[in-house]
């Protein structure tokens, strides 16, 4: 009996231990906000829960058993029960967790398992630098993406992918948000996306083929969580200021450089005025932003619907921009097997541009004028400024009028849709269709005071208008539409445990055209109300219209990736496509193939044992990619020809061909090899990618001069060129917590580019100009062997005992000419980088992130821009040419319209600070409130710069050979000071 007993006792801890018993807690994020969808596992076995809408979880465990947390984009966590029966969990984000999953085309695939070089964002690093569309708030952020903004409201920045590959073709990515293809994203709130993968080799983007030369942006946006509704309100209100201004000449100064110049004193030494024109024609911007999102659903049905207001005004006086945006996106689970959604957007904007060059007028315009005459009657000629005697001051508009009189208006609806279906048709195979389709409508008009600009331009009231077209209203309406349908299948199996196979093959159909209509009337009434044709006077109709060519797109795709057990990995891909913009049907199928290769080196065995290691892997990849965005080559006749003939001399109509067209035009292609390194240290708190990349557009489409006995006018386009871009990216990250309340980051990229017109492969090929500044001059070149956009001017060497400059000649003929210009470089840098720093501190958080880049020029074209009488920049004028000062860089005072010459062109490096921001968490305080938020940011509030105008970032209208990196009409930079709050309910 006692052995009994003695059994027993020793057996009772042993029951007890291996009693179940429930155990229940709550998941949060590492700030506190509960995360439901959580998977609860106990580790080695199929048992496991999910936790609710507010993160809680309940579940039957054993002492000795662990609960295995895991979240899709944070670090898992393994904890043993023991004896507790509440147990509180917060998961840390792991944005370079191998789970992680990353979107391509049509499908998605986890991080470990990619061949190709992919960059993720998520939507809690977009919005750390909110702004008007996501694209800006991609600067800095991702190696081989270089951002170029503007500071004018509603303006869209200029994005280039690995460099620009193309003179004649389009140069920008295409976005893919949630399955619709379009060429931006200005439309769409940054509040309602939840990440953003940037797909920018070969492997990865030969899936889109002929869309996918200048890269792919795969823009996801939320959906609804099952469970209860979530409300989240978040808004800001800032104000804006010029980053940089340039301090220009007084008027004494003014006045003192000018009389020389003149060679008589023609200005007072004590001018009667000294305006400041920058501070005249500019106010304190501001900007105000607030969304609402409301989601949640059940195990059958999830919805997400959002709003969001942004209103802005510039810092250019009346430009202003407004847009509203609503969102709703349902998803259906039918059945076990069929799911449906629908996600509706529309994004409804309305802004009042005014001319930038206002910018330049007042950079230009002498300080002696006033704004206006004593009877408010603005002063000197809309065109061209008087002085008291009615001699020109120069022939610079008077930038205060310039803007008061211009009165345009301009208004857009844009309308996304896209139904997807999704049908399983067994375990491992599913169907997935989709149609998409993207509408827009414009209307704008642009009312042209006739008699106020007259009276503007002649001070003298005797003066006769002479015309009875007191005023002019411009009407204009367009519209645009584009749809896409996708349909493809997915088959997704393993086979001995270790061998993971996939296949995806589709196909998918594009269609798009726009028009537009606009009519002309003189004398409306002045009043914005009745700026309607109808109210114009008859007889003065002026209409055209136009309508695009009917652009279709049909392709065929398909994609194997297969691996070893994550360690050895492949992937093949193939596209056809079939494109209706080539005049040669012959032409019009394209094949574009790719294959990626990788190797996780850290799976091998002779590795297990590494500590400190958790990720190494290598990867190659090849392809080829098309860019069907080029010139239309289409026939085009001129009339007006006309001549007499016949015995009666009658007038017969006549035209003519003045183009002639090479049919054997069709896509650009691409050839890109890549080569990268992916690697993590220290459980993954050390972290990054190295990429090699050489890109090769083979076949590039330039401008040839053929002979006048074919009888053309006109340069005609074909392949006749190569241009290759190649360089290094690099992307390192440290993540590390100190303690429970103490998490820090530190991070940044680099990237190095070397763009060049390779080759010229056809003799005809014309040099063509470019980089226009409007007084005659140009600053650019094409030319074999020379970066795209690439600066050709004189070279200054010095100046005489005049102080008029001296140039180079090149080819030592004694005359200075258009043979002794040379290239200084271009806009296009050799290096942009981005860094990125933050911490939270308990209820604290901070972060800051920076870019810059290095090795470009940019040319100051408002101060070579002259005629005579322009005013100058201060130091300038503290530093003339004479003849006690003769080693002065600076020219003697001149009013001859200068040469364009390396005097004017300036180094655009730079490094801005994007963001510093400060928040504050609350404690729960208030029940309901999940989480409460305030933050004051601080956007571009400093840059370093060596260039000596307003701004160094100067995207232009994106071409490279016309006005990007000149700063002329360029909109300034500017910095933005918010103050915001989020709220979650």
Known sequence: ??????????????????????????????????????????????????????????????????????????????????????????????????????????????????????????????????????????????????????????SSPIVRIRGTGTVMGGRNPIYVVDGIITERIDNINSNDILSMDILKDASSLAIYGSR???GVIMVTTKSGKEGKMKVDVSSYYGVKTELS??????????????????????????????????????????????????????????????????????????????????????????????????????SLNRSTPKPFSAFTNAYKQSPLVPVRYEDGAFIGKYGVPFDDSGAQFNNVGNPVSQLELSNELIKNLVIQGNFTAEYKIMDKLKFNTSFGIESGYGKSYNFVNNLEAFNANHPDENSDFGSTNLNTLTVKKSDFY?????????????????????????????????????????????????????????????????????????????????????????????????????????????????????WVISKESFLENVEFLDNLKLRASWGELGNQNIPFNTITFNSGLDYVLGPDQHIVPGSTITTIIDDNVSWEV??????????GFFDNRLSGEIDYYNRLNRNAILSIDLSNTFGSENATATHAGKIRNKGFEF??????????????????????????????????????????????????????????????????????????????????????????????????????????????????????????????????????????GENIEQNVANNIFSATNTQNQNPAPSNEVPLSSTYFLEDGDFFRVNNISVGYTFPKIIDGIQKLRIYALAQNPFIIKSFSGFTPELPGDGHPLRDAGIELNAYPSVSSYLFGININF
Do not use: C
Request: hydrophobic content about 35%; aromatic content about 12%.
């Open 482 to 598: 584009h749809w896409v349908y996708d349909a493809f299948v997915t088959y997704d199996d393993t086979f001995g445990e270790n061998h993971n196979f996939k296949v995806v093959i589709g196909t998918t159909t594009e269609e798009e055209q726009n028009d537009f209509i606009e009519g002309v009337r003189n004398n409306v009434p002045n009043n914005s109300d009745l700026f309607s044709l109808n109210n114009g006077e008859a007889g003065t109709d002026i209409a055209r219209s136009e309508l695009s060519d009917l652009k279709t797109l049909r392709s065929y795709f398909a994609r194997m990736s297969y691996d070893f057990n994550h360690k050895y990995l492949v992937t093949a891909t193939i596209r056809r496509d079939g494109s209706s913009v080539f005049a040669n049907k012959a032409k019009n199928w394209g094949n574009f193939p790719s294959v990626g290769l990788g």
């Open 1 to 154: 009996m006692k052995t009994k007993i003695i059994y027993a006792l020793l057996f009772i801890p042993f029951l007890i231990f291996a009693q179940e018993r429930t155990v229940s807690g709550k998941v949060t994020s590492s700030d506190g906000v509960p995360i439901p969808s959580v998977n609860v596992l106990i580790k080695n076995t199929a048992k496991g829960v999910v936790t609710d809408f507010d993160g809680n979880f309940s579940i039957a465990a054993n002492q000795n058993d662990i609960l295995v947390f895991s979240y899709i984009g944070m670090k898992p966590k393994e904890i043993v029960v023991g004896t507790a029966n509440i147990i509180n969990v917060a998961l840390e984000d792991s944005a370079e967790s191998l789970e992680e999953v990353v979107v391509i085309g049509y499908g998605t695939v986890q991080k470990r398992d990619l061949t190709g070089s992919i960059t993720s964002i998520k939507s809690e690093d977009l919005l750390k630098q909110p702004a008007l569309t996501a694209a800006q708030s991609l600067q800095g952020k991702a190696s081989g993406v270089q951002i170029i903004s503007s500071g004018a409201p509603g």
């Open 212 to 214: 996918g030369a200048n």
């Open 245 to 346: 201004k340039v301090n220009m000449a007084d008027a004494a100064s003014f006045a003192n450089f000018s009389n020389i110049a003149f060679g008589y004193n023609r200005f007072s030494a004590n001018p009667q005025y000294n305006t400041d024109w920058f501070d005249e024609i500019t106010r304190t911007g501001k900007v105000t932003n607030h969304n609402i999102s409301i989601s949640g659903g059940n195990e059958k049905t999830t919805a997400f619907f959002s709003a969001n207001y942004y209103d802005e005004e510039g810092i250019l006086i009346g430009n202003d921009y407004r847009r509203l945006n609503l969102r709703n996106k349902v998803d259906y689970n039918i059945s076990s097997k069929l799911k449906f959604g629908h996600n509706i957007s529309l």
């Open 670 to 679: 691409t050839k890109e090899i890549d080569f990268g390194i992916e690697f």
């Open 731 to 868: 992307t390192l990250n440290w993540n590390d917590k100190i303690s429970d309340k103490f998490n820090y980051s530190i991070g940044g990229n680099l990237t190095t580019n070397q763009n060049e017109l390779e080759k010229i492969t056809n003799p005809l090929v014309r040099e063509v100009e470019g980089g226009a500044i409007d007084n005659g001059q140009v600053t650019k070149l094409l030319r074999e062997g020379q970066p795209i956009g690439s600066f050709y001017l004189l070279e200054v060497i010095g100046t005489d005992e005049r102080g008029k400059f001296i140039y180079k000649d090149v080819n030592n003929d004694n005359v200075i000419d258009n043979s002794d210009r040379q290239f200084f470089g271009s806009p296009q840098p050799d290096i942009f980088y981005g860094i990125n720093i933050g911490f939270t501190y308990a209820n604290w958080d901070f972060n800051a992130d920076g870019y810059g880049n290095a090795g470009s020029k940019v040319y100051n074209g408002k101060k070579a821009q002259r005629f005579g």
